[in-house]
């Protein structure tokens, strides 16, 4: 990879990270999109992990005094859960699927009647919320809006929210580097370089991040993170549904037409 094409992710990371240090995940959502778009599949996801766990690792650093463990170690066991399985077949899904499955990912923690609140306390749910979440971080790369859903019944305000749900994300994407990056048959590795700036980037737009969250009500918080998120998810249904019927189309056309 060229030095302007290194320099040119490290911005998009800033960038990327100071969204996620303010929402909490739409940085990972447009980071994800981009790498894909230019790197295979597994490699992205390895970049990727790289830079949110630092991204995550850093926000929870500085939000440590905000952090609730116990939610944090019931989603461990659900990671844990979900690598035993996911480590069985060894599958990695292809980018129109995996695209379809970002941009649908939002909606469908939407879809979840109002009347499920879990409760990130119990060990039970926690579990099945870890498994649940990890499975779909192998299959798109994130699971930030369906894991806001596991702190609905928990009594989080944002900045504990923001803490905790970075602790739980820190430990998704280690288990997602250690899946693409050592478990599948076509495991990725990267350049050494390209890690540095990643996590140079994500902790530069995260400590961006920390001022204005601190200014921010918890209703802007949230009408933002939404309008936002859901940009964002329509862009990718779009864009992974192109990719899926574009190569079908295409051999028509070269055919002599759609019949």
Request: include cysteine.
């Amino acid at each position: 990879m060229t030095s302007l094409m290194i320099a040119a992710l490290g911005l998009l990371m800033v960038a990327t990270a100071f969204l996620s240090g303010l929402f909490g995940m739409a940085g990972g959502l447009i980071l994800i999109g981009v790498l894909l778009a230019l790197m295979p599949l597994p490699t992205a996801m390895v970049l990727h992990a790289i830079t949110q766990m630092a991204s995550n690792g850093w926000r929870a650093l500085l939000w440590r005094a905000h952090i609730r463990w116990r939610p944090v170690a019931n989603y461990l066991v659900g990671c844990a859960v979900a690598l035993a399985l996911w480590s069985l077949t060894r599958y990695v899904p292809d980018k129109p699927m995996a695209l379809l499955m970002l941009g649908a990912t939002p909606f469908m923690a939407r879809l979840l009647p109002a009347n499920i609140k879990p409760d990130p306390d119990r060990l039970w749910q926690g579990t099945v919320y870890g498994t649940i979440c990890m499975g779909l971080m192998l299959m798109t790369g994130v699971s930030g809006p369906l894991l806001d859903t596991f702190f609905l019944g928990g009594d989080f305000g944002r900045r504990e929210k923001v803490a905790t749900k970075a602790m739980c994300q820190l430990v998704s994407h280690f288990t997602k580097l250690i899946y693409f990056g050592g478990i599948i048959d076509q495991a990725a590795s990267l350049d050494p370089v390209l890690a540095g700036v990643a996590i140079a980037a994500s902790m530069l737009g995260t400590t961006l991040a920390r001022r204005i969250l601190e200014a921010m009500t918890d209703q802007q918080f949230m009408a933002w993170s939404n309008r936002l998120i859901t940009t964002i998810a329509c862009y990718y249904i779009a864009y992974g549904g192109w990719l899926m019927v574009r190569t079908p189309v295409l051999a028509a056309f070269d055919k002599g037409g759609l019949q």
